[in-house]
């Protein structure tokens, strides 16, 4: 079984710019979720997609934006990009469900820097 | 708003001692605790769980314990091998399905 597949790995943007990361779940997930991780700050919840439609919200502006396709693949974009969005962010899938161990497994993330 | 928190950032240990990591949570409607290791340039692979309802969950050298009453959840590792060092991450989920984390405890064993 093919695991979370996140692209680009490495990308390298200026200020002002804007970027789309890309995440194919595990085959059969229907929940992806979005964070950030940043040194000192753990893993920030960005959002959850659950069958194309935004489930969950974490409180990050409205630059942070994402999208989820009818294959369940998903899309993240933050527009405007500023120096303090360098960070890993990681894309993880689960069956969505909400009983049981529901577990989240990750992607090994896309390293974004912004310069 | 922190609501999974890891106070120790660092912890080091002898091989073949336990390593013992803690992590504190300040809702009690979470319903799941889960304990998540990241290895440099990978992300974070799950390693245990434990549903509200239990109060410890064992798999081979790593054990949860949850403090329900205490909101506090720890992780055992025995004996604790070098492969071991990483970071470790706790995380809690709520009924709405979505996951806290908190900051990290980063592990070193020491041969």
């Known amino acids: 079984k093919a695991g979370v597949t996140q692209t680009p790995r490495y990308l390298i943007k200026t200020r002002g710019q804007q970027v789309t990361l890309s995440c194919s779940p595990i085959?059969?997930?229907?929940?992806v979720s979005w964070y950030q991780q940043t040194p000192g700050q753990g893993l920030q919840f960005l959002f959850e997609?659950?069958?194309?439609?935004?489930?969950n919200k974490g409180n990050f502006p409205g630059r942070f934006s994402g999208r989820q396709f009818s294959n369940s693949r998903s899309e993240m974009n933050v527009s405007t990009l500023e120096l303090g969005d360098s960070a890993l962010y990681l894309c993880?899938?689960?069956?969505?469900?909400?009983?049981?161990?529901?577990?989240?497994?990750f992607g090994a993330g896309s390293r974004l820097t912004v310069l | 708003d922190q609501q999974v928190k890891q106070n120790s950032p660092s912890l080091s240990v002898q091989e073949g001692r336990i390593s013992i990591l803690n992590c504190d949570y300040t809702?009690?409607?979470?319903?799941?605790f889960l304990w998540y290791k990241k290895y440099p340039a990978e992300g974070p692979t799950f390693l245990i769980s434990?549903?509200?309802?239990?109060d410890k969950n064992e798999d081979g050298r790593f054990t949860v314990f949850l403090n329900k009453s205490a909101k506090h959840l720890s992780l055992h590792i025995v004996p604790s091998q070098p492969g071991d060092s990483a970071v470790y991450f706790c995380?809690?989920?709520?009924?709405?399905?979505?996951?806290?984390f908190g900051t990290g405890t980063s592990l070193t064993v020491i041969p």
């Open positions: 993880a899938s689960s069956s969505g469900g909400g009983a049981g161990a529901n577990v989240l497994t």
């Open positions: 995380a809690a989920r709520n009924t709405g399905n979505q996951f806290y």
């Open positions: 434990i549903s509200s309802i239990k």
């Open positions: 085959s059969g997930h229907r929940s």
């Open positions: 809702n009690s409607m979470f319903d799941y």
């Open positions: 997609y659950f069958s194309e439609t935004q489930r």
